[in-house]
């Protein structure tokens, strides 16, 4: 059984720094890519940012030069750290491995950046 278990979700001031963590267990086979993804009411999910199994990143504009996405391939683990937070920073984040076959999440975190 595939589970993807996020953590690091929380309340901070605009302009403080939050840390995300995603640990992949279970037969996932052939990943090819680990990345977060938000999503506030109303709104699509978004990419915030991804890192292939080649550690090619990718980060969407809004976030880029405050983010930094991360992995440890030996724990199966994609981390996100977030510096200089922004209100419209608020959202559920969520983790998403990419394998060949299919695509896993993990159950979102709230991260709320206050003003």
């Known amino acids: 059984q595939v589970q993807l278990v996020e953590s690091g979700g929380g309340l901070v001031q605009a302009g403080g720094s939050l840390a995300l963590s995603c640990a992949a267990s279970?037969?996932?086979?052939?990943?090819?890519?680990m990345g977060w993804y938000r999503q506030t009411p109303g709104k699509q999910r978004e990419l915030v940012a991804t890192v292939t199994s080649s550690s090619v990143t990718n980060y969407a504009d809004s976030v880029k030069g405050r983010f930094t996405i991360s992995r440890d391939t030996a724990k199966n683990t994609v981390y996100l750290q977030m510096n200089s937070l922004k209100p419209e920073d608020t959202a559920v984040y969520y983790c998403?491995?990419?394998?060949?076959?299919?695509?896993?999440w993990g159950q979102g975190t709230q991260v709320t950046v206050s003003s």
């Open positions: 279970g037969n996932i086979f052939s990943i090819n890519a």
């Open positions: 998403n491995v990419r394998s060949i076959w299919y695509n896993y």
